[in-house]
């Protein structure tokens, strides 16, 4: 069993940053080799939509929409996820969960598909 925590959200106009974290804590984190993480959102009357996934290996993929924009990275020491945002725009509001599925090949953008969830943060942006 994984326990995620998100933090970081708020409200930011246009063209604003936010930085979001996850604390991930479990045995099950600690013993598998191979796992994704990732960030996903979901936007009011929306489906979950994955927005970018990093692996035990730190290779990440990002959706179109928010390349070059968002970056995310893990604190393997500190049982961390990362979610750098610049250049925020209106259609990024959403609330943000991290997720995570062990032991994982490789990784997925399927919310489905993921293993365990964190109860989410909310981040709106104003124009």
């Known amino acids: 069993e994984l326990d995620l925590v998100e933090s970081g959200g708020g409200s930011v106009q246009a063209g604003g940053s936010l930085r979001l974290a996850c604390v991930i804590s479990g045995y099950a984190y600690m013993t598998n080799e191979n796992y994704c993480l990732g960030w996903f959102r979901q936007a009011p009357g929306k489906e979950h939509e994955g927005v970018t996934t990093i692996d035990s290996k730190d290779s990440t993929s990002y959706i179109d929409s928010v390349k070059g924009r968002f970056t995310i990275s893990q604190d393997k020491q500190e049982n961390k996820l990362f979610l750098q945002m610049n250049s925020l725009k209106p259609e990024d509001t959403a609330v943000y969960y991290c997720?995570?599925?062990?032991?994982?090949?490789?990784?997925?953008?399927?919310?489905?598909?993921?293993?365990?969830w964190g109860n989410g943060t909310l981040v709106n942006i104003s124009s």
């Open positions: 997720a995570a599925k062990m032991p994982a090949i490789h990784c997925t953008f399927d919310w489905e598909a993921m293993d365990f």
